[in-house]
């Protein structure tokens, strides 16, 4: 431990007496300092023992001793050594007092004890401390280092613990605990995960001083080397770290990060895998497919999936209104770089929708194939399972807060019906297709059944399509505006009732010689003929997207 008052006490070579201030000779001295101004404090910086022959101060006035003593207590001063034998025989009782006062540690210092023994003796006790420190690090990270080839994390948490004196946990990018130190800090670590959510939102290296609930001084660090983090790690002690404490959890956190880049090395060859899997069941190949996936993702095309395509759009500009009916390691982490440039700004949301989707499938034990496809996220989910759930959530609450931050990318999420390997191809257009319904209504996911099971109509919402009708029918509508007739409605009720004409005349009021005349009209000024079914199509559409 650092040398303190009572170790320079019982020093058997410096011989100095107690005169005030016994009950705190256990403070810790950071230097001795030598000072005979009035007022030394502008030049303390807190936690020194300062030595005295008292030249320039009148030692035997109360209170100017009491203004002198306070002063040096406000400043930190931890202890005054008073030379006797100097300018005064012995130490005078005004200042006794003052410091008794106080409680202020007063040693004597005998005439045959210079004050460079003093200095010497705090020197070399600090020195050999922090050489203490040094070695007690090098040990503890030869043993975290040990443990992180043969144990991994679980094993460098544990050796870190011992170290400190506490408890340690490490965290996804999510914040969900992987792993605890000892066992019973799981509960501690777990009411941490909102404050690892905040300094996963600032770039890395972060470290923060929370405040976990309990009696413990926890310490967060961000692991990771890229503008991100990947994990976070929290230590929980009983007091402020020291130096050899201190040794040992920056080693832990070069290990972790060490191990974290390991795993996304790893990862990104997984996800190598994942893109030639995907590609051979686009490619129709369900069986070389299922060779490739061995036992990484077999257990995904086994049973029914999900294709999920996600793509992020930019908000419309300012003042223009929607369409009507509008990470860890891993993907995250390599979506949040390509995503925050070189600027270091936020990741966008397809980082944070891997994020949420891996991190429920590994909490899950479940298969999840995540591929980036250029600036879309594929993800290939079990029907039914976390992943896919996860993301159905994380959709909803971005839809129950949408508009707080109207600045950032849209996420818009498309969803296919189950399939099976066999399927893929015909499950990714699902996806697509639900995913153009989803950015055309201004939703954020739309499932495939939704979009099977609802109306065409609508999708007419579209600009472009209201665009179309409303040229279409112009010049119909010029026509009845003459008030040379109702050409519009004729052709609308003729239309609805499947081009029967007495009913359809009926429905107007009109005899049916004059409906039919009506419909001449129509293909004359449209140069189109009735009798193509496809043009009673896009004529029947043009009067349903401008709500006619």
């Not at 009035?38 to 300062?50: C, F, I, W």
């Not at 909490?363 to 996860?390: F, H, I, K, Q, T």
């Amino acid at each position: 431990m650092p040398p303190t008052l009572a170790s320079l006490v019982h020093h058997s070579a410096l011989k100095l007496g107690v005169r005030a201030g016994e009950q705190h000779l256990d403070t810790p001295v950071r230097w001795a300092h030598v000072s005979e101004l009035e007022d030394p404090v502008p030049y303390m910086e807190g936690g020194e023992l300062l030595l005295i022959t008292a030249l320039k101060l009148d030692a035997e006035d109360p209170e100017a001793m009491r203004r002198y003593v306070k002063r040096l207590v406000g400043a930190g001063v931890v202890g005054l050594g008073f030379a006797v034998g100097v300018n005064y025989d012995d130490v005078p009782e005004a200042l006794v007092k003052a410091a008794q006062s106080e409680g202020l540690p007063l040693l004597a210092v005998p005439p045959r004890t210079p004050f460079i023994a003093i200095s010497k003796a705090v020197s070399a006790a600090i020195a050999a401390e922090q050489y203490k420190a040094v070695t007690s690090g090098f040990a503890a990270q030869r043993e975290l280092t040990k443990q992180a080839l043969g144990s991994g994390p679980e094993g460098v948490l544990a050796v870190l613990a011992g170290q400190v004196d506490g408890w340690a946990a490490l965290y996804d990018a999510s914040g969900a605990v992987v792993a605890t130190a000892p066992d019973w800090a799981g509960r501690r670590a777990a009411r941490l995960t909102a404050e690892v959510e905040r300094l996963r939102d600032r770039p890395a290296p972060a470290s923060a001083v929370v405040e976990s609930g309990s009696d413990d001084r926890v310490e967060l660090h961000s692991i990771g080397t890229g503008r991100r983090p990947r994990a976070a790690l929290a230590v929980g002690t009983a007091a402020t770290l020291g130096t050899a404490e201190r040794y040992a959890l920056h080693s832990a956190i070069a290990l972790l990060t060490l191990t974290t880049e390991r795993s996304r090395a790893l990862y990104a060859a997984e996800q190598r895998i994942g893109a030639a899997v995907l590609r051979m069941l686009l490619a129709g190949e369900p069986d070389h497919a299922r060779a490739v996936a061995g036992d990484l993702y077999g257990a995904l095309l086994d049973a029914p999936f999900r294709m999920v395509i996600a793509d992020a759009v930019a908000p419309p500009p300012s003042g223009v209104a929607p369409a009507a009916g509008t990470p860890s390691t891993g993907t995250a982490a390599l979506l949040a770089e390509a995503a925050t440039g070189a600027g270091g700004a936020g990741a966008g949301p397809l980082p944070v929708l891997a994020d949420v989707v891996e991190s429920a499938a590994a909490r899950s034990g479940e298969a999840l194939l995540v591929v980036p496809d250029g600036e879309r996220l594929v993800l290939l989910a079990v029907d039914g399972g976390a992943a896919a759930e996860a993301c159905l959530q994380y959709a909803e609450a971005l839809e129950a807060t949408r508009g707080e931050n109207s600045s950032d990318d849209e996420l818009v999420i498309g969803f296919s019906a189950p399939a099976g390997p066999i399927a893929a191809v015909t499950a990714y257009k699902q996806a697509e297709q639900a995913l153009s319904v989803a950015r055309r209504r201004g939703r954020i996911l739309v499932e495939h059944e939704d979009v099977a099971a609802g109306s065409v109509l609508p999708l007419l919402g579209d600009d472009a399509v209201r665009a179309f009708a409303d040229g279409l029918l112009r010049s119909l509508r010029d026509h009845d505006a003459t008030g040379r007739g109702d050409l519009v409605r004729s052709l609308k009720a003729w239309l609805s009732r499947h081009g029967q004409w007495d009913a359809a005349a009926a429905d107007l009021g009109v005899h049916r010689h004059t409906l039919r005349y009506r419909m001449r009209r129509v293909e004359e000024i449209l140069g189109r003929s009735l009798d193509d079914p496809d043009v009673r199509m896009e004529l029947w559409l043009a009067l349903k997207a401008t709500g006619t």
